[in-house]
């Protein structure tokens, strides 16, 4: 009961319209108002500027200039795992698909169906699989990386709601990475298929990945669907793959007896992109065959 009294006001909040003006702000150049906007944050959140590439708070024209910004080299090394964290932020949840179903939180599952944007037959190959919902604070680097190597086949855009998507929201709103506006981005892997999905929320005004650019807006009321040949190229472990353009939370979908996640992680937990997120179950295997 707390926990959806803490998120009525959010039903009542213009979203959609305060998404379009933080948009417009974090796009403008506004020289001096900028800036100080950006070490506010900073300041605020506590942001750990000597990872940017660029640390000169004075020097981003927009806000979104300094909220998308790179990393030094070496910022983020990357482990010699089968599978790597994506990204900068906090463990949500992850563990196994039960019966077509993700859990969020306690009393709250969501359908695989309905988070790839009603495709019975994707969602259908991650049966039984395996998930992992990771959470990107204001303070965290918010470019999205691959996790293992992937030959991106298809992108589908599901509009939606746009709630925001902290932990306190997702105890307390049903199906909320399953309503919000979403990216879900189709790759083929070595194992085979797997799935990225870049969830909207408030506020996020855009989100983009680095082969299409940024995908919404426009913010259209109906699905949309590239499909990508073979021609595409492979991106590979710890590469770049998209943004958010403000922060939000990042989706993954893998399949039934493919991977064993990494033990140390746990709800809340914070992560780093590149540290080891899972590993193979042959992987496993083989180095439990060689302790016998």
């Known amino acids: 009961m707390f926990n959806r009294l803490a998120v009525l006001h959010q039903y009542l ?7 379009v003006l933080a948009g417009k702000f974090a ?37 979104n200039d300094f909220f ?11 482990a010699s795992a089968d599978y790597i964290c994506p990204v900068d932020g906090a463990v949500s ?13 306690k009393g709250h599952d969501y359908s695989t169906v309905a988070l790839v944007g009603g495709d019975h037959e994707l969602a259908a190959q991650f049966q039984h699989g395996s998930f992992a919902t990771l959470y990107l604070s204001p303070m965290d680097y918010h470019r999205i990386h691959m996790p293992c190597d992937g030959r991106l086949t298809r992108m589908i855009y599901v509009p939606g709601d746009l709630f925001s998507v902290n932990p306190v929201t997702a105890r307390g709103i049903p199906n909320l990475f399953a309503r919000n506006e979403r990216v879900v981005c189709v790759f083929e892997g070595e194992q085979g298929p797997f799935v990225l999905v870049l969830v909207g929320a408030t506020i996020v005004g855009s989100m983009a990945t680095v ?41 993954m979908l893998f399949q039934k007896d493919l991977l064993s996640f990494n033990r140390e992680w746990k709800p809340e937990r914070l992560v780093s992109l590149g540290e080891m997120m899972a590993a193979k179950q042959s992987t496993l295997q083989k180095s439990n065959a060689n302790l016998i």
């Open 13 to 19: 909040l213009p979203k959609q319209a305060l998404t």
């Open 27 to 63: 796009n403008a150049h506004a020289g001096r108002l900028t800036t100080a906007v950006i070490k506010w944050f900073v300041r605020h959140y506590r942001v750990k500027m000597e990872d940017a590439l660029n640390p000169d708070i004075a020097s981003y024209a927009s806000f």
């Open 68 to 78: 998308t910004r790179a990393l030094r080299k070496g910022a983020r090394p990357i």
């Open 93 to 105: 949840q992850f563990g196994a698909i039960a019966n077509g179903q993700v859990f969020q939180a």
């Open 211 to 251: 082969w299409h650019g940024v995908i919404n807006p426009p913010r259209t009321r109906d699905i949309r669907e590239w499909r990508y040949g073979p021609e595409q190229p492979m991106l590979k472990k710890g590469e770049e793959m998209g943004r958010f353009l403000l922060g939000s939370t990042v989706v």
